[in-house]
């Protein structure tokens, strides 16, 4: 599965594979790999991302058009 919107919004924020690889803690070609679809993202490492980039996990794997996470459905006691 190729990850248009990990591509699309490394680019809107202007930054490098190598910077994402930085911020993840791993090597530039691993995260190319990600982005590309040819080697399986590690749940961790999306969370991450959608918290970098204020995305739900949902947007990044394009099950959602919405960009924002949906509200949560269970409130916290």
């Not at 969370?47 to 509200?71: M, Q, R, W």
Request: hydrophobic share 30%; with cysteine; aromatic share 12%.
């Amino acid at each position: 599965m190729y990850f248009r919107r990990l591509e699309d919004l490394r680019n809107d924020y202007d930054l490098t594979q190598q910077d994402i690889a930085d911020y993840l803690g791993c090597m530039r070609e691993v995260y190319r790999r990600y982005e590309k679809g040819t080697r399986t993202i590690p749940i961790d490492f999306l969370i991450k991302l959608a918290d970098l980039y204020g995305v739900s996990v949902d947007y990044l794997l394009e099950h959602t058009p919405k960009k924002n996470p949906a509200p949560r459905l269970l409130k916290k006691p």
